[in-house]
């Protein structure tokens, strides 16, 4: 193992703790990964973001292929499809958070963009959230979906499903989505009232600005 694989396997596990010590996960749910030149580390099928150990992460391929005994998550393949498209990627988090989770179910949302910009550090870090069509857990058909929305965003929002984050870091990735889990509890509290999000051009301004500093 050379020293950058195992300085990117610290760094998953400690991203994953961080995912899970922010509420962001519960019980088995959730995946984190990173991009190491034309392979993917990714934490495994069945395991806890709370709990997962360096050894236990899997290797697999940019088209998802597995390339270690570990078995990577079976969403594996989602990762693989939005690094392919989306190549200046090098880390991926995916959540089941409570409250984002909560937003994808609501009709009525706002295809190309499913969370209004409620506050700056939100419009810092996400410029659109889009709504990708729901597909059943394993269903490959949401890599087609899931990299066609990679290729213009950065962030999307799984419909029944949860949030999914690409990012030029681990730690990058992991604060986007707990922007995105505040915001959407932020909306659902203000759920039936009359909202005042950020207008087009400072949200715009905000994230042109915060780009490369995350």
Do not use: W
């Amino acid at each position: 193992m050379s020293a950058e694989e195992r300085r990117a396997r610290e760094d998953l596990v400690a991203a994953a703790r961080s995912v899970a010590d922010r509420g962001l996960s519960h019980g088995t749910t959730g995946n984190v990964s990173v991009r190491l030149a034309e392979h993917i580390l990714v934490t495994p099928t069945r395991s806890s973001l709370a709990t997962v150990e360096a050894e236990d992460l899997a290797m697999i391929d940019l088209d998802g292929r597995p390339l270690s005994e570990a078995q990577p998550s079976k969403e594996a393949f989602l990762h693989a499809a939005v690094y392919r498209n989306r190549p200046e990627a090098r880390a991926i988090v995916h959540t089941h958070s409570l409250h984002a989770t909560a937003l994808s179910c609501l009709a009525d949302l706002d295809p190309r963009d499913a969370l209004p910009p409620l506050t700056a550090y939100y419009a810092m870090r996400v410029a659109a959230l889009p709504l990708v069509d729901y597909c059943a857990p394993g269903d490959t058909r949401l890599a087609d979906l899931a990299g066609q929305t990679a290729r213009d965003n950065a962030a999307m929002l799984l419909r029944n499903h949860g949030p999914v984050v690409a990012a030029a870091s681990l730690s990058a990735g992991v604060d986007t989505a707990e922007e995105i889990e505040h915001t959407a509890r932020l909306f659902l509290l203000l759920h039936g009232q009359r909202l005042a999000p950020l207008e087009d051009h400072e949200r715009s301004r905000l994230y042109t600005a915060q780009e490369g500093k995350v």
